[in-house]
Structures are given as C-alpha cells and as structure tokens.
C-alpha cells in the first residue's frame, strides 16, 4: 500500500523567531509549528533507505547525541523509528552547522490538537534560523517521499542569508515586568500611585505574549508574578507545571541578585526565580504566611489589621492602609514591588 504524500500530509503552520528569555530556552530561539497528517503514525524506520539518504546528505547528524547522549544517538533513534517533528528538530540544527553555526539546542513537543507539534531550536542569526526552520521540513518530506539526495541548494541559501545583517538584539532595559493571569494592569497603577515615576518602564507581559514572542525586553530590575492561574494561553500551558514555567519566564530576564515577587504559596515559581540568579519577594493577603512558604525570600509582604506590612530581615515596614476600591493582592503585590525597587536603589548607592 503507498504511503501518504508527505509533501501534503506534512505542513508547516506556524514560523516565528523568538528574540528574547522564553518558554523553551534562556537564549533565542525560533518556533516552528507543524501538521503531520498520517505521518503522526509513520516513523523513519518504516520507509526504506530513509536513514542512509539522511545521512548521506547529511552525515554531520552523526554527531547528535540525542536523548541516548551519545556520539550516534540520533542515529540510534532513526534507526528504531522517530518522527517528522523530532527529525525536523535536528535537520533545523544540522543544516546550522552546515555553515559554521555553533548551535544545539533544540526540542520537539505535542501540539494543541492530535497530530500537531512545536519544534523550537536555537539560532545564532534569526532569518537563517526562520529559514532553516522550512527548508528541514522540506528535506524531512523528500526523506520521506524518497526523494532526498542533497541539501546542498539549502546550506548555499542560508550561507547567503547569514552574510546578511542579523535583526538586533533585544538590548532595553526596564524598571519591571508584571505577568500573571490577574490584574496587571492594575498592578501597574497601583505602583506608579505608590510614587514609580517613569510608567514606560513598568511591562505588562500577558502569557500569551510570553509564549508566543518571548519577553520583549532584555533586562529588568525586578518583576512581578501575581499567579499561575492562565487563561489567554492554550490549555496544555495552563496545566501544572507548564504554568509555573511560563510565568517565570520573568525571571529569566532580571538582573542578577534582583528581585521577584511571588505569591507566598507559589514554591515552584520562587525556585525557578533563584535558579535565575535572584532572589525572591512573597506577597499573601493574610495577616500571617507559614514559614515554609517564606525559605528563600528576602521580604514579606502582608496584611495586618487592614494595613499592608512589609517584613524584612527581621523589620517591619508599614506600607499604608489597605483601600477597599482594589484587590488586595494587587495592592500588596505593588507595594511589595515599590518596596523592592527602593531596596535596590539603596544597595546601588551603597555599592
């Protein structure tokens, strides 16, 4: 029986380059994502000659280790049988290093429905990256259809694309990103009510933005995660895990030894914040926080006898009166944000 075509079973559907710190990756990225059609159940091995004819164009791809973590890992894989996707993920890098391009991350994942897939892989110039990106969905179809013999044309087309200028960097700095599925925006206000007084330099970050571009800026002295409770982001992100890896994309783009605001309970966000290189605010509504929602952080900020107290190595601040015409966890969140800010410019004056 005749296999599907995969030059129509197998489509490109989304291709965007990621600048910044992002869901995937610290360092930039781009994002391709793909439609498989009946080859969600077709795999390498099942198509004669597909491995030889891959690493006869291709024979760099012997030194991907994959998951095996070994010199022929990958090998190893096609061999048993993978995927469109995965293979896409290191045909995307290979044809990087085909033309002197030092990269090797690089990952396959399930999409939001059955059948599609995100493959993301580092970049070291964006349009050679975007680039790379289709011409190994198009060398992955070849394979399949039988058809493969070079990719020659493809390495001399990026090789002209990275003699090209590259798209900068992200290189702006700002005072703070609020992400989180609250209310940033009130957030936001509340800290330029508290005395903030450049608002351009205050971020609202939605998680969809976060996922789908990565941060739009390159530092920040501090941020603020209100919670992990997602709704603008496909469901899979909004599961456990997934949700406290996305929101603390944040901090991934804050300066070292800056600050995080967390809420209290939130242990998997504060975690990723210290691995981040900083350390970590907490904020609750009540009048107390159990200690072990406190390890790491540097400072509390709660509520007590409708006021909002901030405690800090042992002192307690007094952050004025809790108003009744806003959420309390925005206005504790900004004033725990407030409070840090000014912490900072102490320690730099000091410095």
Known sequence: ????????????????????????????????????????????????????????????????????????????????????PHIAEHVGLELQTMIGHDVGYGRARGGDREGEYTVVFEHLHAEVGMRAAALALETVQRAFAGELDTVDHAVAE???????????GLTSRVLCGITGGGDRAAVRDEMLRRGVSDAELIVDVTPSYLLNAGLPYARSEIAVILDTDLQDVPERYREEGRNEQLVSVLADGVRRDGIVIVPAPE????????????RVAVFSTRDTVPVRHTRVAI???????????????????????LRADENAGVQVAAALAVHALHELEREDTRD
């Open 158 to 168: 990026l090789q002209a694309l990275a003699e090209a200028p590259d798209i900068p």
């Open 1 to 84: 029986m005749p296999r599907p075509d995969p030059h129509s079973e197998i489509r490109l559907t989304g291709l965007r380059s990621l600048r910044g710190a992002n869901f995937w990756s610290r360092r930039p990225i781009t994002r391709m994502d793909v439609a498989v059609g009946e080859y969600d159940e077709i795999h390498s091995a099942e198509v004669p000659g597909f491995t030889e004819a891959l690493l006869k164009a291709m024979p760099g791809l012997w030194e991907h280790r994959c998951s095996i973590g070994e010199r022929g890992g990958f090998v190893t894989r096609l061999r048993r049988g993978t995927y469109a």
């Open 267 to 278: 242990w998997e966000v504060q975690d990723a914040a210290r691995a981040a290189q900083c």
């Open 299 to 321: 400072a509390v900020g709660m509520v007590r006898d409708g006021r909002i107290v901030i405690e800090t190595r042992g002192e307690v601040d007094d952050a004025g009166p």
